[in-house]
T-cell receptor, first 114, second 115 residues
Framework: AQTVTQSQPEMSVQEAETVTLSCTYD???????LFWYKQPPSRQMILVIR??????QNATENRFSVNFQKAAKSFSLKISDSQLGDAAMYFC???????????FGAGTRLTVKP | NAGVTQTPKFQVLKTGQSMTLQCAQD?????MSWYRQDPGMGLRLIHY???????DQGEVPNGYNVSRSTTEDFPLRLLSAAPSQTSVYFC??????????????FGAGSRLTVL
């Protein structure tokens, strides 16, 4: 079974600074999708960014970018110019497509200090 | 607003009781799923459906039933509640599984406590 590992249960960052959240995954597939979801205290799950494994270019969404290392099976999230509203749980997710499950990591709780 | 609607938001049950968590989406999404979220374990898939009349088991299906009689609705039934089913439950949907269609839209979650 595919697994997703987030090795940092908690992280903190100073407002306006940059922070990187780690994610590794285990798979034998060559084509798949990776996601980062954000869960603020409201509990709502919000998509942050998405990466397709066949694309070598790292995805970027405003202040959020990923470092996708396919050979290393690593998918880290970089948040630049951190804002107080970025404080949340962040979940990394792996999806192989077809008739398979989306697998989530255990999450990283990000605190943003003013 | 279009999206995924879950009810109830909170529920307390006694061991052995049954209940149904409702999930409805108005985006004409083919794929729907139920997850449970437990501290330190992320989200784990309970059951999913790739279309009306088609359901399948996920990672943790025991103690739960689902059905998909319409595209819009995907209820989750707890047959005989146990304290181990205390959790936050999320319903999610997407247009499909292929590239561009597989981004999940989540409901707001339902917190269930089993005493």
């Amino acid at each position: 079974a595919q697994t997703v590992t987030q090795s940092q249960p908690e992280m903190s960052v100073q407002e306006a600074e940059t922070v990187t959240l780690s994610c590794t995954y285990d798979t034998s597939e060559s084509d798949y999708y990776l996601f980062w979801y954000k869960q603020p205290p409201s509990r709502q799950m919000i998509l942050v960014i998405r990466q397709e494994a066949y694309k070598q270019q790292n995805a970027t969404e405003n202040r959020f970018s990923v470092n996708f290392q396919k050979a290393a099976k690593s998918f880290s999230l970089k948040i630049s110019d951190s804002q107080l509203g970025d404080a949340a749980m962040y979940f990394c997710a792996y999806f192989p497509g077809d008739n398979n499950d989306m697998r989530f990591g255990a999450g990283t709780r990000l605190t943003v200090k003013p | 607003n279009a999206g995924v609607t879950q009810t109830p938001k909170f529920q307390v049950l006694k061991t052995g009781q049954s209940m149904t968590l409702q999930c409805a989406q108005d985006m004409n999404h083919e794929y729907m799923s139920w997850y449970r979220q437990d501290p330190g374990m992320g989200l784990r898939l309970i059951h999913y459906s790739v279309g009306a009349g088609i359901t399948d088991q996920g990672e943790v299906p025991n103690g739960y039933n689902v059905s998909r009689s319409t595209t819009e609705d995907f209820p989750l039934r707890l047959l005989s509640a146990a304290p181990s089913q205390t959790s936050v439950y999320f319903c999610a949907s997407s247009r499909g599984r292929s590239s561009g269609a597989n981004v999940l839209t989540f409901g707001a979650g339902s917190r269930l406590t089993v005493l």
